[in-house]
Structure formats: structure tokens, C-alpha cells
Nanobody, 125 residues
Framework: QVHLVESGGGLVQAGGSLTLSCADS????????MGWFRQAPGKEREFVAA????????DYADSVKGRFTISIDNAKNTVFLQMNRLKPEDTAVYYC??????????????????WGQGTQATVSS
């Protein structure tokens, strides 16, 4: 059974970096695709990045391309989101999500079966 727990959020100045982690206590046994989404106050949840369990497929939102990197460590059952050159508009609660089957498109949140509780990332100007 998939159980996702995010960590790594915090407060950082604009231009700084944060690394978010998402661990699956279920051991990735039922995971095919992992994604990161975020939700800012007063806004809808939006896609950030996704990666296949093999790591061979990745996708990014245009707003984070070149600044964020998603990666996966199957030995640790963990997905990471390295966020560089952060901007105040990146401030949001970041959620990890997992799909137990092949999905398309990767940015559609309804495609994901399981979600973490979220971790807050705040970027000050």
C-alpha cells in the first residue's frame, strides 16, 4: 500500500534553493509514476514535475523548467525535487503524488491515486 510522506519544505530567500523529499513507506511496490504538485493560497493545485519509477521519463511545468529537477532513488523509495533559483511565486504547499498504473498526461492530477500531506515552501523577496 502506498503511503507518501513529504519533507524538506521551509523558508528561503529569493534566488535560494530547497530540496523536497517524498518517501513511500510501501516500498514503491505499487508505484508506476511519481509527481509533484503545488497549491498557492487562493489558487488551484498545479502540476510541477513528474518522473517514472525507472527514472526514464520526466516532465516539467514550463514555469519550473531549468530551475527544478525531479529525481528518484528506488533503493530509498524516495522521490526528490531539487528547487533552485527560487522565486516568491514558487511559494506554495507542495504535494507528492503516486500513480499505480501508466498515466497520460502526466500533469493531470486526477490521474494520481495517492497523495502525501504536503509540505510548505515559502520564498521571501
Amino acid at each position: 500500500q502506498v503511503h507518501l510522506v513529504e519533507s524538506g519544505g521551509g523558508l528561503v530567500q529569493a534566488g535560494g534553493s530547497l530540496t523536497l523529499s517524498c518517501a513511500d513507506s510501501g516500498g514503491f511496490l505499487s508505484v508506476y509514476m511519481m509527481g509533484w504538485f503545488r497549491q498557492a493560497p487562493g489558487k488551484e493545485r498545479e502540476f510541477v514535475a513528474a518522473i517514472s519509477r525507472s527514472g526514464g521519463t520526466t516532465d516539467y511545468a514550463d514555469s519550473v523548467k531549468g530551475r527544478f529537477t525531479i529525481s528518484i532513488d528506488n533503493a530509498k523509495n524516495t522521490v526528490f525535487l531539487q528547487m533552485n533559483r527560487l522565486k516568491p511565486e514558487d511559494t506554495a504547499v507542495y504535494y507528492c503524488a503516486a500513480s499505480s498504473s501508466p498515466i497520460w498526461p502526466l500533469w493531470r492530477d486526477s490521474q494520481y491515486d495517492n497523495w502525501g500531506q504536503g509540505t510548505q515552501a515559502t520564498v521571501s523577496s
